[in-house]
């Protein structure tokens, strides 16, 4: 199989990286370019193997859309920072983009030949108490299970959702509001149970949320991803969960380790181990997809770590961390 990896273009990278994968041994090999571009942070394909990115171009700011063969089709730009965050639509045909920087929400209309246009934009409002909330920061934007939009604003403490029009146009929801401080980044959604974790970057832990499938959550429970005894810095990044909803795993930036914690019967945490990623900075990472191995990519030290997964007990064991991609802050299977 082949492994993309979204990068930043401040050292050595030069765009977006592809790799094999082995789906015997976990074994990555033949790391190469597959197409420039500034700062593609992160990556997201369409069924039909059409490729979403942040992007950038003269200066501005956005995303850029790849062709099945990897050419590129067009961007979608305006001034301003790129995003951080995009998100494919099938059923409306839509592309889903989160600026951090700039607080907003987009979305955009998938063309017949592939390429990007804005249709809608909705801009955040408020701040936080902590040093980086003076002003939202729109890290998230996918759909729920029952095809909302769900967006998290890290500067602004909330979850909030929209229903989207099949044309693109978007309507607040409802809201959530997290801890303060507490700096939501991601949120994903248990397989069966009415259930969605919210993972918080400022504050180091996952809200374990009630969603009741209309847009609304309820704060269930709150549990650290970090040993009792840390106190340094720490910034959580990616949080996913095994296919069969019974483990969820988390990264820190930091504390530069992997959480693993157990899925109870009532859908709540317990912690299983905290592991050391074998790197610096542990952005991203991704379970194979038969989740028996899970692969990370560390952005300041430029190295992958695989390692294999016991699926009855959710325990990780480092097979390698020695791969080098550049700047690596997204991976992801097509």
Avoid: W
Wanted: charged share 20%.
């Amino acid at each position: 199989m082949i492994l993309y990896f979204g990068t930043y273009t401040r050292r050595a990278s030069e765009g977006i990286y592809a790799a094999d994968f082995n789906v015997e041994t976990g074994e990555l090999s033949k790391c190469r370019l597959i197409a420039a571009e500034p700062n593609p942070t992160y990556l997201a394909f369409s069924d039909d193997l059409f490729l979403y990115s942040v992007g950038a171009r003269d200066k501005q700011g956005g995303l850029a859309a790849f062709s099945p063969e990897l050419k590129l089709i067009n961007h979608a730009v305006a001034d301003g920072a790129p995003h951080c965050y995009v998100s494919v639509d099938e059923e409306r045909g839509l592309v889903y983009g989160a600026n951090y920087h700039k607080g907003q929400v987009l979305v955009y209309q998938r063309l017949e030949n592939g390429g990007i246009e804005l249709v809608d934009t909705h801009q955040h409002e408020g701040s936080g108490p902590h040093e980086n909330q003076s002003s939202p920061h729109v890290h998230f934007a996918d759909l729920t299970p029952d095809k909302y939009l769900v967006t998290c604003d890290l500067g602004t403490d909330e979850v909030v959702t929209y229903n989207v029009s099949d044309q693109g146009k978007l309507a607040p929801l409802a809201r959530y509001h997290a801890t303060p401080g507490a700096g939501p980044r991601h949120i994903l959604f248990h397989p069966t149970a009415k259930i969605a974790y919210l993972i918080c970057e400022l504050n180091s832990t996952i809200e374990v949320l009630i969603y009741d499938g209309l847009g609304e959550f309820e704060l269930m429970q709150t549990i650290s991803t970090l040993p009792d005894d840390y106190t340094a810095f720490n910034a959580t990044a990616a949080i996913r969960l095994s296919k069969d909803g019974r483990f969820l795993y988390g990264s820190n930036r930091g504390h530069d380790s992997i959480v693993v914690y157990k899925i109870l019967r009532d859908a709540s945490l317990e912690l299983v181990e905290i592991v050391p990623s074998m790197g610096n900075t542990p952005r991203d990472f991704i379970l194979s997809p038969d989740d028996r191995f899970l692969i990370v990519a560390h952005q300041d030290s430029d190295n992958v770590s695989v390692f294999s997964r016991d699926t009855e007990t959710g325990k990780l064991t480092n097979l390698s961390s020695d791969f080098i991609v550049p700047e690596a802050v997204c991976v992801t299977f097509a």
